[in-house]
């Protein structure tokens, strides 16, 4: 209100309604002194009345749309702030989704594995200098009963890699693509027994390798990769990734495997941890 009392339209209102009052004197003051069958004085009066009436209409016009402009402001913020909480509601709902579907893939997985213990968690942060290796923090630890060397898992049974330091509330997970992570793997056709790894080169494309693959390994592009119990760290079947290429290894008679990971690294809001099941040694 202040703005528009010191804004140039409210100036020229009021010029308007200076005019508007000076011709009504005068058309006052001059009916009231002339001669009511006096043609000259109609002629005179007459436009000047006209006159008067339009900028009386103009001026309730100007107030008119001054109302409903302040009004129409009013409904503008109340429909902002309506949007702003329709907004938030769907923020809420696709949250809500996505956790629905999440607890979803692990109660399957814990159907499947009786006698698997799991502690749900949500990732928290991004290690700043392993965002090669897809270093994470999640939101639990040793007072929730996680435990350095549990395997972490994501949208059910993708192995995502183990937890290597605990703190009381939160804990730092290395993922497969990691050079310093060593898993026992087998590829699930043909029965191939091999070790993940991560590699600098491979990682900077979201790739891990296996390597200790025989020469005259059947193993193929396509193949599915998953763990084993050997070394007592993994459970056996979690779905690790499937093989995109076989190479030799260079240094010795063996192969090894480039693994396209199964779990999408860049899109992890929640996690399972596997503190426990049958044969974990936590080697």
Known sequence: MRIFLRSRRFKILLAVIAILLVVMILTITISRYASP??????????PVQRFTSFLSGKVGEISDNFANSEEISAENEELKNRIAELENQLTDY??????????????????ENADFELEEANVI??????????????DKGS????AQNDPVVAQGRYLVGYVYEVSPSQSTVMTVLNPNISISAVVNRTSDIGSISGEVTLAE???CRMTGLSRSSGAA????VVTTSLGGTFPDGLIIGTITEILPSGSDISNYAVIEPSA???????????????GQTGA
């Open 221 to 224: 592009a396509g193949d599915r």
């Open 94 to 111: 696709e949250r809500m989704k996505q956790e629905n579907e999440y607890y979803k893939q692990f109660l399957d997985l814990k159907q």
């Open 264 to 278: 999408d690294f860049d899109d992890l809001s929640f996690v399972m941890v596997i503190k426990g099941f049958e």
């Open 37 to 46: 069958q006096s043609s000259f004085i109609s002629v005179i009066t007459t």
């Open 125 to 138: 942060a991004r290690d700043p200098n392993e965002l090669l290796y897809r270093t994470f923090t999640i």
């Open 143 to 146: 007072l929730n009963g996680v």
């Open 205 to 207: 494309d979201g790739l």
